[in-house]
């Protein structure tokens, strides 16, 4: 591949001496409560390298959390957003608008699950994404309440803040939180089937345990809306037994509620298809979406059933840079790239390639509790030998190693004891196996 050799190399120890020099400055400048996973800093990313101002060249596993789906500085995203960096950079969508907003909402429109009629409205994050499609469907049904799973992740500004499960470190301190919103068990194969085997399989029945909760704590005629990840994402990858979405989607249905998914982390080929929800056969009211969207360039969306996206009036959505059009430029050569490249496809490959050699690896060591996800989105959810606690100290001991072994993984979950790959899904087989193999090795010394 070009633009930066597509091998691993280390040539310091990590973090070496220019990323220890910029630590220190980071340390006087930056504020404090921003974490690193890794404390090297990047001088250049192609493919699947990371480049360090050392000169080492770390394997991305990890993407940015899912954003450099298509490669880091995909060729094609790169030559869009020099020619449109070139022409203008910003006139504000809601003063001036430009085509480049339209044809992103008109791909959204057409690559999202649901063949009715659609509108999309572009935002800057994730969390805003979320936020919005709150504000939409309270618009629309003109009902006050939301329901969030446990286990979801949606973001640090408050009402993302207050759907998000986990306290530490996204919450603790940050109170109070929104109001109306009210939290439902998730269906999670691995941890139900401890406490009954059949709640892990049937998701029908994990479905019901949701909407009984729903139901008695906070009753249809007031909830205005569902949110769910159709995978956890910082949760763990969790993915739920099957028909537990649909059964969800069906009540809300039957009941006036609207079914917002939250494919922020999940969309984008990522997962082996275009979305997520497509693995489960559902057709969520309102779709959010960003990271994967535009290769980097700040971009987000919600996208879903024309009646309710036109549901606000005139001037309650929007903000300064949302649909900026160079990432708005990206996005488009995002989406064709994952198209014309047949990302859909290798997603699923790779979904094989990590997934098998992990499987081994569980095989002869029980430490690995599950093995579990979809496409180039997989995690290993680590425990005690030979029982189901959570080790989150054993997970956080192998990230390290294998950021020092020049292989960057990012950890997760509400026990902190997930170990997450979401490679880009342009890396090589090679790159991936080593990546892999290391980190195979890493946990059988530990
Ligand atoms: C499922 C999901 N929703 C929302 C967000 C928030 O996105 P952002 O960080 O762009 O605000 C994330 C980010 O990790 C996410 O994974």
Redo the contacts with the bound molecule.
């Keep these: 591949m070009a633009g930066l050799e597509q091998t691993r190399q280390l040539v310091t120890e990590i973090p070496g001496p220019a990323s220890l020099e910029l630590t220190k400055r980071r340390a006087a400048a930056v504020s404090h409560g921003v974490n690193v996973s890794l404390p090297v800093f990047v001088a250049r990313a192609f493919g699947g390298i990371i480049e360090d101002v050392d000169g080492n060249r770390l394997i991305d596993l990890a993407s940015g ?2 954003v450099t789906t298509v490669g880091n500085s995909s060729p094609r995203v790169v030559e869009a957003v020099r020619a449109q960096v070139a022409e203008f950079t910003h006139t504000c969508f809601m003063v001036v608008p430009y085509e480049q907003y339209v044809a992103v909402a008109e791909e959204l429109n057409r690559i999202t699950p649901g063949s009715g009629e659609k509108r999309s409205v572009l935002f800057n ?6 936020e919005n499609a709150v504000k939409i469907a309270r618009s629309y049904t003109r009902k006050p309440a939301v329901v969030a799973f446990n286990h979801a ?5 408050n009402l ?1 803040m207050a759907l998000t499960a986990k306290s530490k470190p996204y919450k603790s301190g940050f109170g109070p939180f929104a109001p109306e919103v009210y939290r439902a068990p998730v269906s999670y194969p691995y941890r139900d089937g401890l406490l009954d085997k059949e709640l892990a399989t049937d998701g029908e029945k994990a479905a019901a345990r949701a909407i009984d909760v729903i139901e008695s704590q906070v009753g249809a005629d007031s909830l205005a809306a569902v949110i769910i ?1 159709p995978i ?3 949760g763990g990858f969790i993915v739920p037994a099957d028909g537990f979405l649909p059964t969800l989607l069906d009540w809300c249905r039957k009941n006036d509620v609207v079914f917002i998914a ?5 969309g984008f080929a990522r997962t082996g298809a275009m979305f997520a929800c497509e693995h489960e056969g559902i057709e969520p009211d309102l779709i ?1 979406t ?2 994967g969207i535009a290769d980097g360039l700040p971009l ?1 969306a919600v996208t879903g059933r024309a009646q309710i996206m036109d549901a606000s009036h005139a001037g309650g959505l929007g903000g300064t840079f949302g649909g900026n059009p160079v990432a708005c430029a990206a996005a488009l050569a995002t989406i064709s790239t994952i198209e014309s490249d047949g990302l859909i496809e290798r997603a699923r490959q790779l979904e094989r390639l990590i997934t098998e050699p992990l499987l081994r690896l569980q095989a002869g060591d029980d430490r690995i509790g599950d093995v579990r996800g979809r496409g180039a989105m997989v995690a290993i959810e680590l425990v005690k030998s030979g029982t189901a606690e959570p080790d989150a100290e054993l997970t956080q001991k192998l990230s390290t190693a294998a950021h020092a072994a020049g292989v960057v993984v990012l950890t997760c979950g509400m026990f902190g004891n997930i170990i997450r790959l979401l490679p880009p899904l342009t890396i090589g087989d090679e790159l991936l196996n080593e990546g892999l193999d290391i980190l195979g090795r890493l946990l059988g010394d530990l």
């Design positions: 959390i899912a994050s994730g969390a805003e994404a979320v992740y949606h973001g640090r500004t993302a990840e956890a994402g910082e939250d494919e922020v982390q999940t959010c960003a990271k987000s």
